[in-house]
């Protein structure tokens, strides 16, 4: 370990986010900008997930007929 393995400098953020790697490396900063870019993913699944929902409702509904 070096001198400055606390320094919670932000660095370059890196877009990909790989699920299970190590989290000890990141400071604060990086691992506040990760839970922001999951929620936001999170976000967008839902969203997904509701519309695709409603096009099954509307074609089962169209279907029973």
């Known amino acids: 370990m070096g001198i400055f393995d606390d320094d919670d400098t932000p660095r370059a953020s890196t877009s990909v986010i790989v699920v299970g790697e190590s989290l000890s490396d990141l400071s604060l900063h990086e691992l506040n900008e ?32």
Do not use: D, Y
């Not at 999951?38 to 007929?65: H, P």
């Open 34 to 65: 990760r839970l922001e870019q999951l929620n936001s993913e999170i976000q967008r699944v839902e969203s997904e997930i509701k519309a695709k929902s409603a096009i099954n409702t509307s074609a089962e509904s169209f279907f029973k007929k």
